[in-house]
Structures are given as structure tokens and as C-alpha cells.
């Protein structure tokens, strides 16, 4: 179900608002997912997309985080913006982003982002810088005179909100918090104590 329009223009202000302040990385967003035992992994990622349907991130989907979540398609993302001290929680279920989209997306990377999406076997152990500098080797000279395609292992996952909390710090301790929460396919708007 598509986001209230106040959550979109709240999302907009803040992004802008971040990049505005000079935030070094504005789109960096902490991403947690769980496997089917309960086990939890968080780590870093770049938010490529956001719309009224939802969050999206690209990545290895053999890696970590990609096996977690075809386990248990479920995620939570955490936008910190320190210069503005706003942040935005999201949580929600996980579904993949249409094969148009990644080919887009993965179209617009730079070269070497592209060739590296190939050599990296992500999460797995590497025995040595060298092994993988041979592997961005191999792989620029197979994509030597074509442009690079995607691989079938690199997609992209769109996060589709259940709850998004936007936070705005005060100096006080006594934070603005606005939670929207989909309960019974509406959206239900509520202010939260600090």
C-alpha cells in the first residue's frame, strides 16, 4: 500500500535538507535482516531509490544479507543524518526489485563498480588481495570491447513499510517522533513520547 503523502514529502525534506548540510554520505543507511534461526546481521548501505511503494537497495544476492533475506524477506533500515540530527526507521517486508529496474540501475554504475559486482564473490572468505585483483583482471578482459552486463547474482530489494518512524533531535532530550504504522491496509498516524 502506498505511502500518506506526508510521509514521502517528510522523507524529501529531511533527504534534501542532509544534503543541503553537507552530510558526507546522505543516502548511508543501516540495514538489519535475520535468517530463518534468528540470527541477526546490521551493516551499511546506500538507499538507491524511494517511492511511494518503498526503499530500495542493490546488492550480491548470494551474499550474506541476500541469502538472510530470501530466508526471512523481512528487513529494518535506519537513516541517520548527524548534521540535521533527524533519522527515519523503517521496517517492513522485502520483495525483489523487477529485472527492468536492476538493469537500469545497474546500467548507471560506474564501470568498475560493474566489473566488480563479477569478481566479488561477496561474504564468502578471500584468501588474499591478489586472488581478487586477478579476478577484476579476468573479468575486465572478458568485458574488454562490450559493455558490462548484470550479473544474475546482483539484484536489487525493495523494503515495503509497515511502520516508518521519523525522529527530529533536540538539544533538550525532548526529540519530535512521528510514527506511521499500516494497520487493517491503513495508515495510522501517531506522536511518540521521546
Not at 522485502?94 to 548507471?108: G, I, L, N, Q, R
Not at 558490462?148 to 515495503?160: A, K, Q, T
Request: charged share 25%.
Amino acid at each position: 500500500m502506498n505511502f500518506p503523502t506526508e510521509v514521502i514529502e517528510r522523507f524529501e525534506q529531511a533527504m534534501q535538507a542532509a544534503e543541503a548540510a553537507a552530510e558526507p554520505e546522505p543516502t548511508a543507511m543501516s540495514l538489519a535482516t535475520a535468517s530463518t534461526s534468528g540470527t541477526l546481521s546490521v551493516r551499511t548501505m546506500l538507499l538507491k531509490d524511494f517511492d511511494e511503494k518503498g526503499f530500495v537497495f542493490y546488492t550480491n544476492t548470494l551474499s550474506n544479507k541476500g541469502q538472510q533475506l530470501g530466508q526471512h524477506p523481512q528487513a529494518a533500515l535506519c537513516v541517520l543524518w548527524k548534521s540535521i540530527f533527524q533519522q527515519v526507521l523503517v521496517e517492513g517486508k522485502v520483495e525483489p526489485v523487477t529485472d527492468t529496474e536492476a538493469d537500469t540501475y545497474f546500467a548507471s554504475r560506474p564501470r568498475g563498480s560493474q566489473i566488480g559486482a563479477w569478481a566479488s564473490m561477496q561474504s564468502e572468505v578471500l584468501d588474499s588481495r591478489d586472488r581478487l585483483e586477478q579476478r577484476v583482471a579476468e573479468f575486465e578482459q572478458k568485458f574488454a570491447s562490450t559493455d558490462v552486463p548484470r550479473p544474475p547474482h546482483w539484484s536489487g530489494y525493495r523494503v515495503l513499510p509497515d511502520m516508518i518512524e521519523f525522529w527530529y533531535g533536540m538539544e533538550s532530550r525532548l526529540h519530535d517522533r512521528f510514527r506511521f504504522t499500516l494497520q487493517d491496509n491503513e495508515w495510522v498516524r501517531q506522536r511518540l513520547y521521546p
